[in-house]
């Protein structure tokens, strides 16, 4: 099965500077690549995706970016804001879903 | 957009007793649901794929004989955690895949049990 690893476990920045966090998978047959925030106690809410045949997405202040060659991934938050203190996961997809372990952002004002 | 309705929100029940939790497809046909356990500060555990009208399929580690999956229809699949422990805790939440698998996935609002 998939194998998803995310890091750091743990990240503080302070509010304007930006938050990278990365991830690897095993399985070369997921192709599609989402990101979620999740608050505590609350549903993951899906903040970007990338599908296998794109290499960089943005919106916004987030960007993802894909190296399917070395199978990693990874999260760009610029210009990082107090309410973007949450814990992101991402995770891995071909037939089924696999989440990375989470990242908790701490954004300091 | 997609929506799932998961219910209840939270629970209580003592140990011994059994627990279903329902996720409902709203306004889409959820072919495949995925329900996951998440314990405080880690991450979302797969523990099963349903989908409609066949068995699901468990993930290694996880016994299929206490936490049952039922998806019956196109709109509903049910976990019922049996004879709960104080172990069986967590937050459950459930995933419905939009459209063909690998295009998109939704989220249920999570099940807090606690078994008391």
């Known amino acids: 099965g998939e194998n998803v690893e995310q890091h750091p476990s743990t990240l503080s920045v302070q509010e304007g500077d930006s938050a990278v966090i990365k991830c690897t998978y095993s399985?070369?047959?997921?192709?599609?690549f989402p990101w979620y925030k999740q608050e505590l106690g609350k549903r993951p809410q899906l903040i970007i995706d990338?599908?296998?045949?794109?290499g960089e997405k943005k919106d916004q202040r987030i960007a993802v970016t894909l190296n399917k060659t070395a199978k990693h991934f990874s999260l760009h938050i610029t210009e990082t804001q107090p309410e973007d203190s949450a814990v992101y996961f991402c995770a891995a997809s071909s037939d089924q879903f696999y989440f990375g372990t989470g990242t908790s952002l701490t954004v300091i004002p | 957009g997609a929506v799932v309705s998961q219910h209840p929100s939270r629970v209580i029940c003592k140990s011994g007793t059994s627990v279903k939790i329902e996720c409902r497809s709203l306004d889409f046909q959820a072919t495949t649901m995925f329900w996951y356990r998440q314990f405080p500060k880690q991450s979302l555990m797969l523990m099963a794929t349903s989908n409609e009208g066949s068995k699901a399929t468990y993930e290694q580690g996880v016994e299929k004989d206490k936490f049952l999956i039922n998806h019956a229809s196109l709109t509903l699949s049910t976990l019922t955690v049996t004879s709960a422990h104080p172990e069986d805790s967590s937050f459950y939440i459930c995933?419905?895949?939009?459209?063909?698998?690998?295009?998109?996935?939704?989220f249920g609002s999570g099940t807090r049990l606690t078994v008391v």
């Open positions: 995933s419905a895949a939009v459209g063909a698998p690998g295009y998109g996935y939704t």
């Open positions: 990338i599908r296998s045949n794109v």
């Open positions: 399985d070369s047959a997921s192709n599609y």
